[in-house]
């Protein structure tokens, strides 16, 4: 079975500052998928950043990146700039390519502090 | 509608009874998924559907839990005889495809906080 890890429980940010959240995974498949929701008080789930497992090159959606490691089975989210509105739950999620579940890690807190 | 739409948006009710939780997924969408999210944690896998066909459902944690969608689009979630552990935040995702398109992400609705006294 697949499994996600999130090892901070909470991060705490300066705006306009950087910030890097961990995440590891288990698996034995070779190509997957891999995601970054945001979860706010509103609870509704949105969609950061994805990136497919058989791609070297990391994803990258104008402030947010991912370190995609795959030898390693890890998969860190960098914000860059970051602004009060990215306060949130950060969850890793993880699919594999012929699945549709997703497995999700236990989440980050990202507090961000003007 | 725009996005994935959940009702109602807070349940309270006493152990013991039974609830139906409501998910209305975007227009066009084949798949619909079911999580439940405990305090505190991340999203846990309940069970999903292709249309009508329930094609998985070894996340449901009891035969309590029961879930269904008759004509391909809305779904219910219902859970019989319900126990304070059942207490937690359900979550509808829905995607466009599946398979060779597996790619496509799943939309969330704001969830439906279930509270049992």
């Known amino acids: 079975a697949q499994t996600v890890t999130q090892s901070q429980p909470e991060m705490s940010v300066q705006e306009a500052e950087t910030v890097t959240l961990s995440c590891t995974y288990d698996?034995?498949?070779?190509?997957?998928?891999l995601f970054w929701y945001k979860q706010p008080p509103s609870r509704q789930m949105i969609l950061v950043i994805r990136?497919?497992?058989?791609?070297?090159q990391n994803a990258t959606e104008n402030r947010f990146s991912v370190n995609f490691q795959k030898a390693a089975k890890s998969f860190s989210l960098k914000i860059s700039d970051s602004q009060l509105g990215d306060a949130a739950m950060y969850f890793c999620a993880y699919r594999r390519t012929t699945g549709n579940m997703l497995t999700f890690g236990g989440g980050t807190r990202l507090m961000v502090k003007p | 509608g725009a996005g994935v739409s959940q009702s109602p948006r807070y349940k309270v009710a006493k152990r013991g009874q039974d609830v139906a939780l409501r998910c209305d997924p975007i227009s066009g969408h084949v798949s619909l998924f079911w999580y439940q999210q405990a305090l505190g944690q991340g999203p846990e896998f309940l069970t999903y559907?292709?249309?009508?066909?329930?094609?998985?459902k070894s996340g449901l944690p009891s035969d309590r839990f029961f879930a269904e969608r008759p004509e391909g689009s809305v779904s219910t979630l219902k859970i019989q005889r319900t126990q304070q552990e059942d207490s937690a935040v359900y979550l509808c995702?829905?995607?466009?495809?599946?398979?060779?398109?597996?790619?496509?992400?799943?939309?969330f609705g704001d969830g439906t906080r279930l509270s049992i006294l």
């Open positions: 559907f292709q249309n009508e066909a329930q094609l998985d």
């Open positions: 995702a829905s995607s466009l495809a599946w398979g060779q398109l597996s790619n496509q992400p799943q939309h």
């Open positions: 698996t034995s498949e070779s190509d997957y998928y």
């Open positions: 990136q497919e497992a058989y791609k070297q």
